[in-house]
């Protein structure tokens, strides 16, 4: 079984901070890398999705990428209150029958203190 | 507005009731895919469709059945044999391989 990995945390940090949310997947043939968010009893949304090695900025978001490491990463500059959720590392997963989906880790909390 | 409509967004079910989860997608997404959420845990494969009238069983897709009859439509029922079918269901859509998935709502389903 393809594995993806996360701590589940709570992370926990000021209003303004860096947040650094970390992420190891098992299956080296995996190409295509996502994070999501997901708020306390809703559905996760599409944050970044990566997939070359190195780094893919997006406002305050930028994914980071090091497939011989087995390793993707999620930092949030600029953290605010409102970043507070369950951050989901998903990676994609060849299936027997051909076609592909995704395999989800368990989720970081995150927690940003005002 | 596209999007990806799941309904209803609370369910209930009896004991040896079937009870079918609506997911209804008008991004002319070809994939689509239904996941199930356990409190703490993360999202789990049920059943997955790349194309009409073609889908495929995910990791735990016991006491689950779907259909694929239209590329819009992918519900899900979930039989008396799901002995544990109280959960979050998600369903997600995606334009084609190792493209992003993209989420519904949600139902949650519990047991009377």
């Known amino acids: 079984q393809k594995e993806v990995e996360q701590n589940s945390g709570p992370l926990s940090v000021p209003e303004g901070a860096i947040a650094s949310l970390n992420c190891t997947y098992s299956d080296r043939g995996s190409q295509s890398f996502f994070w999501y968010r997901q708020y306390s009893g809703k559905s996760p949304e599409l944050i970044m999705f990566i997939y070359s090695n190195g780094d893919k900025e997006d406002g305050r978001f930028t994914a980071q990428l090091n497939k011989a490491s087995q390793y993707v990463s999620l930092l949030i500059r600029d953290s605010q209150p409102s970043d507070s959720a369950t951050y989901l590392c998903a990676v994609n997963r060849a299936m027997n029958s051909g076609y592909s989906t995704l395999t989800f880790g368990k989720g970081t909390m995150l927690l940003v203190s005002p | 507005d596209g999007g990806i409509t799941q309904s209803p967004k609370y369910l209930f079910r009896k004991e040896g009731q079937n009870v079918t989860l609506s997911c209804e997608q008008n991004?002319?997404?070809?994939?689509m895919y239904w996941y199930r959420q356990d409190p703490g845990q993360g999202l789990r494969l049920i059943y997955y469709?790349?194309?009409?009238?073609?889908?495929q069983k995910g990791d735990i897709a016991e006491g689950y059945s779907v259909s694929r009859e239209k590329k819009e439509s992918f519900p899900l029922t979930v039989t008396s044999a799901q002995k544990n079918p109280t959960a979050f269901y998600l369903c997600?859509?995606?334009?084609?391989?190792?493209?992003?998935?993209?989420f519904g709502d949600g139902t949650r389903l519990s047991i009377l």
């Open positions: 991004l002319n997404h070809d994939a």
């Open positions: 997600a859509s995606s334009p084609g391989r190792n493209q992003p998935q993209h």
């Open positions: 469709s790349q194309i009409v009238n073609d889908f």
